[in-house]
């Protein structure tokens, strides 16, 4: 644009809208405690072009207006259905969780928990639980792209480079498919230990293993001379997408210990330190 050229510019716009509302239920009736509930989400993803100037040739410096190609309008609802049930005993509490929900562009799913707590004595609590986890690909995931143009030292061209929609032939072309859900397991053993009537420690292990885990890609420019020819033909140079790429594993303890009192005017004091380690590993 030259002498012409802005020095500001409106990129555009970005805009998310999410609507949830719940109905729940619960009961008791003696040691047993009954819980459960409906849950309808509505969401909706959008992104405007910004004006001519901001993507016309190498675009506004830094980050490139979205063109008219980037614009979209996504949504998506979801229905779901859940229950909890607890049992307590002298010593022993039982409790059993399950959600159902069903995604208009995922299909459904359904995840359960269960847990488990067992006072050896008086101060000394046990407890472990097991649960499965379920992500549906967020929408900016699904739909975000935004491409800037750069100068080719080669051709002397502009060539674009950026981030496309899984499902863009680009995309496509250099191994993109349709992202699916990630999945999850977790695992947790520990326990709480009062030591005095103010003293307080908390221990837990924890295991938490994702499946199918959504990340960016990085910049790739094709491999393959069918790869290369359509990247040419897009006059594409770099393109990255997001992808089910990586599983990881994390596993940790947390500790805390606790410190609470109440003084002769009722007012409280309570003390507390936390300690978290965790390790991950990912797998591509």
Not at 64 to 82: H, I, M, Q, V, W
Not at 163 to 169: I, K, S, Y
């Amino acid at each position: 644009l030259g002498s012409f050229s802005p020095t500001s510019f409106d990129n555009g716009k970005l805009s998310f809208i999410q609507n949830t509302t719940n109905f729940d239920l619960r009961k008791s009736f003696g040691s047993v405690g009954l819980a459960g509930g409906l849950e309808y989400r509505y969401e909706n993803y959008q992104i405007k072009s910004g004006e001519l100037a901001s993507y016309t040739g190498s675009g506004s410096q830094g980050f490139a207006g979205f063109k008219p190609e980037n614009e979209t309008d996504s949504d998506r609802n979801s229905y779901a259905l859940y229950a909890n049930i607890t049992q307590k005993f002298d010593t022993l509490s039982l409790e059993g969780a399950a959600r159902y929900e069903d995604y208009s562009d995922f299909g459904s799913t359904t995840n359960i928990k269960v847990a488990l707590g067992y006072k050896i004595v008086p101060e000394l609590l046990l407890r472990t639980t097991a649960s499965t986890g379920f992500r549906a690909p967020s929408l900016a995931q699904i739909s975000y792209s935004q491409t800037s143009s750069f100068a080719d030292t080669v051709t002397n061209k502009l060539s674009t480079q950026g981030t496309f929609t899984p499902n863009h032939e680009v995309a496509q072309a250099l191994g993109a498919r349709e992202l699916t859900a990630e999945t999850s397991k977790h695992f947790t053993v520990g326990g709480v230990y009062k030591m005095t009537e103010n003293v307080s420690m908390m221990l837990d292990f924890f295991y938490t293993e994702v499946d199918d885990r959504i990340n960016l890609s990085n910049e790739l420019k094709g491999s393959s001379p069918e790869q290369i020819q359509l990247l040419a033909e897009n006059n594409v140079a770099k393109a990255r997408f997001f992808n089910n790429a990586i599983k990881t594993e994390t596993k940790g303890v947390d500790f805390k210990l606790k410190y609470s009192t109440i003084f002769q005017n009722k007012s409280k004091l309570n003390v507390s330190a936390w300690y978290n380690y965790s390790k991950n590993k990912l797998f591509f």
